[in-house]
């Protein structure tokens, strides 16, 4: 198993709208010692936010953070997307301000994604 074969899976199960399914080999990866990167973190958030699964997609970010993987706008935007079905305006807030703080870009993707939060 390698982190590129495990990301792939990940990534049809998340095109499939399969956030479950999407959680089988993220689990892998970390039960069998395959790096899970910041690709990995980012499909699997993808994949819970496409599924409607704001708390498990908060949950994966702050086992990112944990990590120490690299967070990027993707990581930010998609877990703040995620936010829009949990009516999480000011986690989404929150986000936006910790982007700024680790200097990452805020984009207009990131304030259409937390402007939708905000109006949930």
Do not use: Y
């Not at 956030?19 to 690709?39: C, G, H, L, Y």
């Not at 990590?67 to 706008?73: F, K, P, Q, R, Y």
């Not at 930010?76 to 703080?101: P, V, Y």
Request: some cysteine; proline content about 1%.
């Amino acid at each position: 198993l390698s982190t590129i074969t495990l990301n792939s899976a990940i990534s049809a199960c998340a095109k499939g709208n399969r956030w479950e399914k999407a959680m089988q080999p993220f689990s892998t990866m970390a039960a069998s010692n395959v790096e899970v990167d910041r690709i990995s973190f980012n499909t699997a958030i993808d994949a819970c936010e496409t599924g409607g699964e704001w708390e498990k997609a908060l949950q994966l970010f702050g086992a990112m953070v944990k990590s120490n993987v690299e967070l990027d706008a993707i990581t930010f935007n998609t877990t703040i997307s995620s936010l829009e079905k949990g009516s999480g305006w000011e986690m989404a807030l929150q986000l936006m301000t910790m982007m700024h703080r680790t200097n990452v870009e805020l984009d207009t993707v990131t304030c259409s994604a937390a402007i939708s939060a905000c109006e949930k």
